[in-house]
């Protein structure tokens, strides 16, 4: 069996804990009614568990504690997925924002021991494994692989006057002009959202216009470079002088076979995209996720099936951006475990990921010019094991004031964890 049947099916199933996905698309999901009023001590199945002598309860854990947890079976669905955070500006209080197979959840974690499960605002088709989850201007955008799902856009100041009592929400509105897509970024600095892999432009970028959130307008996109799975886009303020103050989309591209490269492109003139250049790397797998460090000269890099198909321990690449033009590996980082790297971000100089079985590890990247790169600390939702497989956290959120993070585990909901004292 070639490469690309292999990668073909695994991909099938990667991103997803289920074994038949025929299964997720069709299930039948029911929420509860408007009227029954969902506690917050019936929706934390544990909290407050500090880490000590290496766990948290059954969680292995070092540095972080346990401070709640909702299982699946309170949000009444069948798989977790993306997950992402917003802080009321009037009141301070902060929120998960967890995907679903069936929709989004919607949780204040204003006492994160003990966190209100305020209601879920239903997928816009059919149920997918696949959601992802953004925010600009109080403003929850959102989208998924569900056949005809498009763009929910979730007024989230709705959520302040929401106690305890659950509520079905419906979408502000919803752009339709595409179909299904995989992900989104926001540049908030300039009132863009990204779309990738959706039907229009070959799976590559999607530029929208979302200054005015409720009228969200596709303004262009780019087709040149095969299907993008993710990307992040900044205003660009990194070593490359020629290319400062202009508006950089860093994708991680893939056609799910031999050419999975890095692509860098000028997105300032939305009806005229730049490319700059891209970057291929050996042994590679599934092009998946890119972030870049704070000073934006370092781009770290991971390949979801690269572990997988070559047996390595986790592998996170880290790129030199010094020349936008010219970027270069600087060194490979390897873990101490063997599970499959998932959606990675960084706060300051620590890089929080998601690391499937191997749950939230955090990173010291504070040396990365000298090729050095720590784990210190690190927080495993899923305990049976640290083998390469699609199952555990799929998403982790650092980037509260509080220093709670929010990690969305694919088989078991929501964990809240936090650094020890």
């Not at 289920?18 to 969902?38: A, G, H, M, T, Y």
């Not at 321990?313 to 020349?323: A, G």
Request: charged share 20%; glycine share 8%; net charge negative.
């Amino acid at each position: 069996m070639n490469k690309l049947i292999i990668i073909a099916i695994l991909l099938l199933f990667g991103c997803s804990k289920k074994e038949n996905l025929d299964e997720i698309v069709n299930v039948e999901f029911q929420l509860p009614s408007e009227s029954e009023n969902i506690e917050t001590n019936e929706s934390v199945e544990q909290k407050g568990i500090p880490c000590l002598d290496g766990f948290a309860e059954i969680y292995p854990c070092s540095g972080y504690d346990l401070l709640s947890h909702i299982p699946l079976s309170k949000f009444r669905s069948e798989s977790a997925n993306d997950n992402w955070g917003w802080t009321d500006p009037s009141s301070g209080k902060e929120y998960v924002l967890s995907g679903l197979d069936d929709g989004t959840a919607f949780i204040d974690i204003s006492d994160p021991k003990n966190p209100i499960f305020l209601g879920k605002l239903l997928t816009e088709s059919s149920p997918s494994p696949w959601r992802d989850i953004k925010v600009y201007k109080n403003f929850a955008f959102i989208v998924s692989e569900a056949p005809n799902h498009g763009l929910q856009v979730f007024d989230l100041t709705r959520l302040r006057n929401q106690t305890k009592e659950f509520q079905n929400f419906s979408a502000d509105t919803t752009l339709s002009d595409f179909g299904n897509a995989h992900n989104l970024w926001i540049n908030e600095s300039t009132g863009y959202a990204y779309v990738f892999g959706s039907n229009l432009y070959q799976g590559g970028p999607l530029f929208i216009d979302i200054n005015d959130p409720l009228n969200p307008e596709i303004v262009g996109g780019y087709a040149d470079d095969s299907y993008s799975h993710d990307a992040q886009i900044v205003n660009y303020k990194g070593p490359d002088t020629e290319f400062r103050g202009r508006e950089i989309l860093f994708g991680s591209n893939s056609d799910g076979g031999e050419n999975n490269q890095i692509v860098i492109i000028d997105v300032t003139n939305k009806s005229n995209p730049i490319k700059i250049s891209s970057k291929n790397y050996l042994a590679s797998g599934y092009t998946h996720q890119g972030i870049l460090s704070k000073d934006q000269k370092y781009f770290f890099l991971g390949d979801e099936l690269d572990e997988l198909i070559y047996g390595t321990p986790t592998l996170t690449r880290i790129f030199d951006l010094s020349e936008l033009s010219n970027p270069k590996i600087h060194f490979n980082y390897f873990a101490q475990v063997n599970a499959i790297d998932h959606n990675g971000y960084i706060k300051e100089d620590l890089f929080y990921m998601a690391s499937y079985t191997a749950g939230l590890r955090v990173l010291d990247i504070s040396q990365v010019q000298n090729k050095r790169v720590n784990e210190i600390g690190f927080f495993d939702t899923f305990p049976s094991d640290n083998n390469p497989k699609f199952n555990g956290a799929w998403n982790v959120y650092p980037f509260f004031d509080s220093g709670v993070i929010a990690i969305s585990d694919i088989d078991s909901g929501l964990f809240l964890v936090k650094e020890s004292e």
